[in-house]
């Protein structure tokens, strides 16, 4: 039976009572209850400073005792009976919760059924167990919710980028969406290490962290990549070196702004306008699936998986001075930003050994789209089909058991019923296990 | 064309017509983790599949044993059955041990004497004293 948690009422900024006005169970502005008229008598300053829950803490009978005393001080009756009416409502009034400043929902009050004497319908009948009951409520799957977690640009906003920046929880596993995202991170990669290679890496960070997988996809996976003069990977057309580092820039820029809170200006809706031009020419894409990213692939030229990667830093490694080493380890490598772009987009973390060892593109595709080694004997053989022709073997995956032993030569439904008509358990040895003569001292038998 | 009053259709081989292998079903134990099982998971990924296809008048069983070490269970048509425990061995010392068992006869193990084994062991049969004329003394 679900038990209702004693949760306390914080009532943080979020709290949304269904019934209570949210204004209701904020403190009372001080203002309120220090009335410029009173604020002359050292007494009531004193109080004007403390907040109506330290009050509910200290002893009143000082208090009232002053107030008694007040007369002697020379104020009227009328002046002093308003007073004594404020503070009264002061003391008999509810306690204020602190105030916390939180984006975050807390649950929600506490809601009760009716009594059963207090249901009006004849037919209701009240449950004795909890069988076949609905569940209602609970707080397991609170946090759960995006929507309890604030507005975006509280702790939700900053969780989710955070994490943007290590990729999806879960890796993507489809051959043809990783073929895809490994081009875009390709692609954004050779075009970032030749325009922003000098920039600091934060700005590089910038650069990736605000372009998802479906960002312009369409845009950027539209660049053709082909073997250079040395075998490297380099883009073949002029206008997508452009076009692709001007898409990071913008949305770079874009969340700049956002998180300044600064408003879109003329420059922007331009440039929104003239995107949004482009975009006309090639309709984007909206959700990557298997489909439409096995067309995309179909669409281009399959050279570009000859392309090299090449590591200058690996290269130069043996040949060079260790000083100016040091040097271009700094400098970020397109090989090195493909890995971490691949990661950001697809969840896989390419390995530094394996990292080195795929010069091509296509050794990395191959690595990426490599499926993880099964965990038990029996999926591999399953998957293989390693007895897929053998009518003599049979294959079990998990451990044949004396029960299913039975089963198979179809018995155990006959040891049940025998078992049972004689008051025996079918699994264990329920109560007939131990010694006998003990139970018989101990008295329980 | 002579007529034929009855037609042939087997033929005699003399009493060793037909073979019968004795073993009938092997069952090959394994565990996913434990590393005595190493060579275990390589021989049924890799040399069981033949070895079973030679042998379709075998039943072969695999299944997996978590916690124990490997081995094989071969049961014959005399109802015994032999074990051999194949920890920490290679593929193809697990094959042969796989042959030997399929090539067991069930029986248990014991020291051959003589060299012509039968279960009519004498031609004339066993003497009895109730038939026969007897023997005057």
């Not at chain 1, 975006?152 to 989710?160: D, R, T």
């Not at chain 2, 087997?10 to 099982?37: E, I, P």
């Not at chain 2, 004293?129 to 003394?137: A, I």
Request: proline share 7%.
């Amino acid at each position: 039976m679900r038990r209702i948690p004693r949760l306390r009422t914080p009532a943080p900024a979020g709290f949304a009572p269904s019934s209570v006005p949210a204004s209701a169970l904020r403190a009372p502005p001080v203002t309120v209850t220090a009335p410029s008229t009173l604020s002359s008598t050292p007494r009531l300053t004193t109080r004007a400073s403390h907040t109506s829950q330290t009050r509910r803490y200290l002893s009143t009978t000082p208090l009232r005792a002053a107030q008694t005393q007040q007369p002697q001080n020379g104020q009227g009756p009328a002046e002093d009976l308003q007073s004594l009416a404020e503070d009264d409502a002061e003391l008999y009034e509810a306690p204020t919760p602190t105030e916390i400043n939180t984006q975050l929902v807390y649950p929600y009050g506490v809601t009760t059924a009716p009594l059963t004497a207090e249901v009006a319908d004849p037919s209701y009948k009240p449950a004795e167990t909890a069988d076949g009951l609905e569940e209602v409520g609970g707080l397991s799957g609170w946090w759960d919710e995006p929507t309890h977690w604030g507005s975006e640009g509280g702790v939700a906003g900053y969780v989710h980028s955070a994490t943007s920046r290590f990729g999806p929880a879960e890796r993507v596993t489809d051959s043809a969406v990783l073929e895809v995202l490994t081009k875009r991170a390709i692609v954004e990669a050779i075009v970032v290490a030749k325009f922003a290679r000098a920039n600091k890496r934060k700005h590089i960070d910038r650069l990736f962290a605000h372009s998802d997988a479906l960002h312009r996809l369409e845009k950027i996976v539209r660049a053709e990549i082909v073997v250079g003069k040395n075998g490297e990977a380099t883009i073949k057309e002029n206008a997508d070196w452009q076009r692709v580092y001007g898409v990071l820039k913008a949305a770079a820029r874009y969340a700049r702004r956002q998180e300044e809170g600064e408003e879109t200006g003329e420059r922007d809706v331009a440039e929104a306008q003239e995107v949004e031009a482009k975009e006309a020419e090639t309709p984007a894409i909206e959700e990557l699936t298997p489909e439409v990213a096995k067309s995309l692939v179909e669409s281009w030229d399959k050279g570009w998986k000859k392309a090299e990667l090449r590591d200058p830093v690996v290269k130069f490694f043996v040949s060079f001075p260790f000083h100016l080493v040091l040097f271009m380890l700094k400098l970020l490598t397109p090989a090195l930003q493909a890995a971490k772009r691949i990661q950001q987009l697809t969840g896989h973390r390419v390995p530094d050994g394996k990292l080195l060892s795929a010069l091509t593109i296509d050794s990395l595709l191959k690595q990426l789209v490599e499926p993880p080694k099964p965990k038990k004997l029996a999926e591999l053989v399953e998957t293989q089909g390693v007895f897929k022709d053998l009518s003599n073997v049979r294959v079990f995956p998990r451990r044949v058991t004396p029960i299913d032993k039975e089963k198979m030569v179809g018995r155990w439904k006959i040891i049940v019923k025998e078992l049972e008509k004689r008051d025996l358990p079918v699994i264990g040895t329920g109560k007939h296990s131990g010694p006998i003569e003990k139970k018989w001292i101990e008295g329980k038998a | 064309m002579p007529i034929k009053a009855l037609t042939q259709i087997s033929t005699g081989r003399n009493g060793v017509g037909a073979f019968v292998l004795q073993c009938k079903k092997m069952d090959f134990h394994y565990c996913d983790w434990a590393g005595s099982s190493k060579g275990m998971n390589g021989f049924i990924k890799s040399l069981l599949p033949k070895f079973a296809a030679s042998h379709p008048q075998v039943e072969f069983s695999v299944s997996p044993r978590p916690s124990k070490h490997p081995v094989i269970i071969a049961q014959y048509i005399n109802g015994r059955e032999k074990a051999i425990c194949v920890r920490n061995m290679e593929p193809y010392e697990i094959l042969k041990k796989a042959e030997l068992l399929r090539d067991a006869s069930g029986e248990k193990l014991r020291k051959v004497t003589k060299p012509v084994q039968s279960i009519n062991e004498s031609v004339r049969g066993v003497w009895s004293p109730y038939h026969g004329n007897g023997l005057r003394v």
